[in-house]
């Protein structure tokens, strides 16, 4: 069994909690987090141990997740590498590319694994546009479109938590940054438009990005609520055969092959998913000893995208990728 420990049970922290107990070949032993009382009320409904200090929880565990704010990412996750812990961290990973740098340094010098928790692609409905892709259905990728948003809603306050000094393209779009750098591969350029109905400068109500990719493909990624009374989570790609439109809502998928008409298709829900899905996996590559499909490098590559749209979109630039 691979002990597994949760750093943060504040929000996704204490999903990640409630998932653990679903997870295959997984011992959930402990959590930490500074408010101490949150921690042993969490500990006392699974029956574990609870600790404030993070160090603490190291030496018992093979494996943690790391779902503090995203500021303290980088500490925990260094001080996991360097105890030998392999470690899943919460989206993003980072805020900054340095800091990135510095947790895939740290991974990489103690050979321990580290995976980061973009959940959409544990979504049946992106494993099965995922499997059809590479079995070339569609033949080959030339546009990419995702959506992560909602209906106009203006104006809006900024957060009082750590969220609003933040983003909401990097907290909560990442997710799509993410998706579409799986289907579209390594970004070449990135092209944005960032703006507010609120007057805040530094805090977006929507982001539309256009990137280029290595193989090719171009794709938009939008993000927010400003699509007038609709909202969409969609993601459509278009090939040179045929095209994929991925209902993330419903969870089905919509195969149209040139000339011909939309089919539906219905993705296998069977196993585990979502979030019990890539928990599952981290603890697979832990005991298997296997890359995460989701590492470090990844988790940069979706922090990038987003960093980008907001440099292109101030600087009123295409930014060209990877970045100084």
Same mark, same amino acid.
């Given at each position: 069994?691979?002990?597994?420990?949760?750093?943060? %049970?504040? +929000?996704?922290?204490?999903?990640?909690?409630?998932?653990?107990?679903?997870?295959?070949?997984?011992?959930?032993?402990? /959590?930490?987090?500074? @408010?101490?009382?949150?921690?042993?009320?969490? $500990?006392? @409904?699974?029956?574990?141990?609870?600790?404030?200090? *993070?160090?603490?929880?190291?030496?018992?565990?093979?494996?943690?997740?790391?779902?503090?704010?995203?500021?303290?990412?980088? =500490? %925990?996750? !260094?001080?996991?590498?360097?105890?030998?812990?392999?470690?899943?961290?919460?989206?993003?990973?980072?805020?900054?590319?340095?800091?990135?740098?510095?947790?895939?340094?740290?991974?990489?010098?103690?050979?321990?694994?580290?995976?980061?928790?973009?959940?959409?692609?544990?979504?049946?409905?992106?494993?099965? +546009?995922?499997?059809?892709? =590479?079995?070339?259905?569609?033949?080959?990728? %030339?546009?990419? =479109?995702?959506? *992560?948003?909602?209906?106009?809603?203006?104006?809006?306050?900024?957060?009082?938590?750590?969220?609003?000094?933040? #983003? +909401?393209?990097?907290?909560?779009?990442?997710?799509?940054?993410?998706?579409?750098?799986?289907?579209?591969?390594?970004?070449?350029?990135?092209?944005?438009?960032? +703006?507010?109905?609120?007057?805040?400068?530094?805090?977006?109500?929507?982001?539309?990005?256009? /990137? @280029? *990719?290595?193989? #090719?493909?171009?794709?938009?990624?939008?993000?927010?609520?400003?699509?007038?009374?609709?909202?969409?989570?969609?993601?459509?790609?278009?090939?040179?055969?045929?095209?994929?439109?991925?209902?993330? $809502?419903?969870?089905? $998928? *919509?195969?149209?092959?040139?000339?011909?008409?939309?089919?539906?298709?219905?993705?296998?829900?069977? #196993?585990?998913?979502?979030?019990?899905?890539?928990?599952?996996?981290? !603890?697979?590559?832990?005991?298997?000893?296997?890359?995460?499909?989701?590492?470090?490098?990844?988790?940069?590559?979706?922090?990038?995208?987003?960093? $980008?749209?907001?440099?292109?979109?101030?600087?009123?630039?295409?930014?060209?990728?990877?970045? =100084?």
């Amino acid at each position: 069994m691979i002990r597994i420990g949760v750093i943060g %049970v504040g +929000g996704m922290g204490n999903a990640h909690c409630n998932s653990l107990p679903n997870v295959e070949n997984c011992e959930f032993v402990g /959590i930490a987090d500074l @408010r101490l009382a949150a921690a042993e009320a969490v $500990a006392k @409904r699974h029956q574990i141990r609870a600790f404030q200090d *993070y160090q603490d929880l190291l030496p018992l565990v093979d494996g943690v997740i790391v779902a503090t704010p995203p500021v303290a990412h980088t =500490e %925990v996750m !260094v001080a996991a590498a360097e105890a030998g812990v392999h470690a899943f961290c919460e989206k993003p990973l980072s805020l900054t590319l340095d800091e990135a740098d510095a947790m895939i340094a740290a991974s990489d010098k103690a050979g321990t694994h580290l995976m980061v928790g973009q959940v959409l692609r544990f979504y049946p409905v992106h494993v099965l +546009g995922k499997q059809m892709v =590479e079995a070339g259905d569609i033949g080959d990728i %030339v546009y990419i =479109e995702t959506d *992560y948003t909602g209906p106009y809603n203006a104006p809006r306050t900024r957060p009082d938590s750590w969220y609003g000094t933040v #983003g +909401g393209l990097l907290e909560n779009g990442i997710h799509k940054s993410d998706l579409i750098n799986w289907f579209g591969g390594t970004a070449l350029t990135v092209a944005a438009e960032v +703006g507010s109905f609120s007057g805040h400068d530094d805090w977006e109500d929507y982001t539309v990005s256009l /990137i @280029r *990719y290595d193989s #090719g493909a171009v794709g938009i990624l939008r993000w927010g609520g400003f699509l007038g009374a609709r909202g969409t989570n969609e993601t459509i790609i278009d090939g040179t055969k045929g095209s994929l439109r991925l209902d993330m $809502a419903a969870d089905l $998928a *919509y195969l149209k092959k040139r000339g011909g008409d939309w089919e539906e298709i219905v993705p296998n829900r069977e #196993g585990p998913h979502g979030v019990v899905g890539e928990l599952t996996h981290f !603890v697979d590559c832990i005991r298997d000893n296997k890359t995460p499909m989701i590492d470090g490098r990844g988790g940069k590559h979706a922090v990038e995208i987003v960093l $980008a749209t907001y440099h292109s979109a101030k600087e009123k630039t295409k930014v060209a990728l990877p970045m =100084e």
